[in-house]
């Protein structure tokens, strides 16, 4: 159990344009998750929390113009990247924690995604 | 604001040493403390936690950790490590309250030679 999937693994796109990216916890309701961006060789940097039903908390130096996090439903969140730029390209992952049952401070990870802008 | 800092940036060592990584935080409350391992090609998966109670906690794997609140450390360890424990290892902290968000260390990649 406490499985995240996200969507797209992969991603290339021109610069510009938007990009979403999914984060679906499969087998359990999350009232949060949590969007991290990973720069190669380097650790997990959170960016924001992503809450369901409200407005994402963003951490200080992330645009939430840029980077919009819609929450809709218990089981799933999602980030767009808004006129993508190359130093966008990076390493993307969500977490979700658990909203009932288990421990209130576990988080689960997807797998990433990977985003390359051209 | 917390950070976590991991000391060993490059780990290379043998089948059978013994394994020791740092972690160093700085928080003015009380926290949560984890040891996450990123296994090439895959997801972050939790090794161990330390929540409160004995310092000594012991995860998955045959790893195990120590929290040492005097200096701020949970450090890391193994005494016997396989070819399969080449990973990607990251301690990270949490408040014990609100969002409770984690935040990371940088990260020591491990890498065992057979």
């Known amino acids: 159990g406490a499985v995240v999937s996200q969507h797209p693994s992969r991603v290339i796109c021109k610069s510009g344009t938007s990009v979403k990216i999914e984060c679906r916890s499969l087998?359990?309701?999350?009232?949060?998750m949590f969007w991290y961006r990973q720069f190669p060789k380097q650790s997990l940097m959170l960016m924001a929390t992503?809450?369901?039903?409200?407005?994402?908390?963003?951490e200080q130096g992330v645009e939430k113009d840029k980077f919009l996090i819609n929450h809709a439903s218990l089981t799933l969140s999602t980030l767009t990247v808004t006129s993508a730029h190359p130093e966008d390209s990076s390493f993307y992952i969500c977490?979700?924690?658990?909203?009932?049952?288990?421990?209130?401070?576990?988080?689960?990870f997807g797998p990433g995604t990977r985003l390359t802008v051209t | 604001a917390q950070s976590v800092s991991q000391h060993n940036h490059h780990v290379i060592l043998s089948e059978a040493a013994s394994l020791e990584l740092g972690c160093n935080y700085s928080?003015?409350?009380?926290?949560?403390l984890f040891w996450y391992v990123q296994y090439p090609g895959q997801h972050l998966q939790l090794l161990l936690k330390?929540?409160?109670?004995?310092?000594l906690v012991k995860g998955i794997k045959g790893f195990e950790a120590e929290f040492i609140k005097s200096k701020f450390s949970f450090n890391l360890r193994k005494p016997s490590v396989q070819w399969s424990d080449t990973a990607e290892y990251f301690c990270?902290?949490?408040?014990?309250?609100?969002?409770?968000?984690?935040?990371f260390g940088s990260g020591t990649r491990l890498q065992v030679q057979p």
């Open positions: 990270a902290v949490s408040p014990r309250t609100g969002r409770r968000a984690l935040t």
């Open positions: 928080y003015g409350g009380t926290v949560n």
């Open positions: 977490s979700a924690k658990r909203t009932s049952g288990g421990a209130s401070y576990e988080q689960y």
């Open positions: 087998d359990f309701q999350a009232t949060t």
């Open positions: 992503s809450n369901e039903g409200s407005k994402a908390t963003y």
């Open positions: 330390y929540f409160s109670g004995d310092p």
